[in-house]
């Protein structure tokens, strides 16, 4: 695999830049994970004080979009990760393609998302523009709405950013690849999963209480 004839003077070696860069990204992963955080416990204070008005805000959430943008992440994941295993400059076409290919699902996931939201915003479910909800629960399941557009919203710029990432890869992937576009690849991967890890959570916290005894 050909290699840059120098690398930056900060660095000792090859595989301390690679391995520099990888702790950057998990830097970077470790402040994004204070962010979504907060906004989980946060989540949890309030459905410790409104029990019944989540699980009720929770039973009008779109499960079956949900769980197909659920299915669609983690097929992207799974093709980010065998990207990141077959990449060598023998592959460099499959792995574009398989950037790609997550890209496309990531940009499905925004679409459906999109389609959630315009639902919602036909029921009257949308905070601070056009919530109308009947009921002693209301100001409960306004709370929940607050935390779900949030979240969700934060977690659509990511993965965003994250399509971005993905298909600047694809390009550069196809001309000359390197170690160091290697270490990129795998930097984005690790960004990737996490956001789709932040996903799972979300999805759990948001599309599943109450169903059980709706």
Excluded at 159 to 169: D, P, Q, Y
Aim: glycine share 8%.
């Amino acid at each position: 695999m050909p290699e840059p004839p120098a690398f930056a003077s900060q660095y000792v070696s090859i595989p301390h830049r690679d391995h520099t860069a990888e702790l950057g990204m998990w830097v970077f992963i470790a402040t994004e994970a204070l962010l979504f955080g907060g906004l989980i416990l946060a989540y949890f204070v309030y459905r410790h004080l409104f029990p019944h008005a989540f699980a009720e805000g929770s039973r009008h959430t779109d499960i079956l979009i949900g769980t197909i943008n659920t299915a669609v992440l983690l097929t992207s994941s799974f093709l980010v990760a065998w990207a990141v295993e077959i990449f060598s400059p023998a592959t460099t076409r499959i792995v574009a393609w398989l950037l790609v290919g997550a890209s496309c699902l990531g940009l499905a996931f925004i679409a459906l998302k999109g389609i959630e939201y315009s639902r919602e915003y036909d029921e009257h479910l949308v905070p601070g523009i056009d919530f109308q909800f009947g009921g002693s629960l209301a100001n409960g399941v306004q709370l929940f709405f607050i935390f779900y557009f949030v979240a969700t919203a934060i977690h659509a710029v990511h993965m965003l950013i994250g399509i971005g990432l993905l298909l600047t890869l694809a390009t550069i992937s196809r001309s000359s690849p390197t170690t160091r576009h290697h270490t990129a690849l795998h930097s984005a991967a690790l960004y990737w999963h996490f956001v789709d890890v932040v996903w799972i959570f979300l999805f759990a916290l948001i599309y599943l209480p109450g169903r059980a005894s709706s």
